[in-house]
């Protein structure tokens, strides 16, 4: 999978102890619009998705991820690779540790029907919630969701591919 952008903060050269991570995010477009989280206690807008489980694989992990956060059901034959976003750089919930993380992102469809969620409780806490948005009112959202990006350090990394999706023509 190519490589869209790699985020290195070179903020961590004392550091050694590293928190890794692997997470997927789909990329859904119905009606011109794109399917995404909008976020109340930061208000920006990102893309379904997170973590995988040990055992898992993306494909797994994209449908289940996007099912827990939207309510939306992925149609496994449509999952078609997008690109891979790094980000390294220093904790911002442990500033003794580097975080570094490589999310891959998937173009693909959904069912119509909207099933309920099941977040956990940090995306409860965060007000998450499902949104159809055009794609430049979600850069213009998140270029002013950028405030915030001290500690929301996602908005840069779903900015980025927002920009490159319309650069590209995908919206």
């Not at 939207?70 to 790094?86: A, C, D, F, R, W």
């Not at 213009?140 to 779903?158: D, G, P, S």
């Amino acid at each position: 999978m190519r490589i869209l952008e790699d985020f290195d903060k070179h903020d961590y050269d004392e550091l050694s102890e590293i928190f890794f991570r692997e997470a997927v995010r789909a990329i859904i477009i119905k009606d011109h619009k794109i399917a995404m989280i909008k976020g109340k206690k930061y208000e920006e807008y990102k893309f379904p998705g997170g973590g995988i489980e040990m055992g898992e694989s993306d494909e797994v992990a994209l449908i289940r991820e996007t099912k827990e956060e939207t309510g939306l059901s992925i149609i496994p034959e449509t999952i078609t690779p997008y690109g891979t976003m790094h980000e390294k750089r220093r904790s911002v919930f442990n500033p003794e540790q580097i975080f570094e993380m490589y999310s891959r992102y998937y173009l693909c469809q959904s069912e119509s029907t909207i099933d309920q969620t099941d977040l956990d409780d940090y995306e409860i806490e965060y007000g998450y919630q499902l949104e159809f948005i055009g794609i430049d009112e979600a850069i213009k959202n998140n270029e002013l969701a950028k405030k915030h990006q001290h500690i929301a350090t996602w908005i840069e990394r779903e900015l980025y591919v927002l920009k490159r999706l319309k650069e590209e023509g995908l919206m």
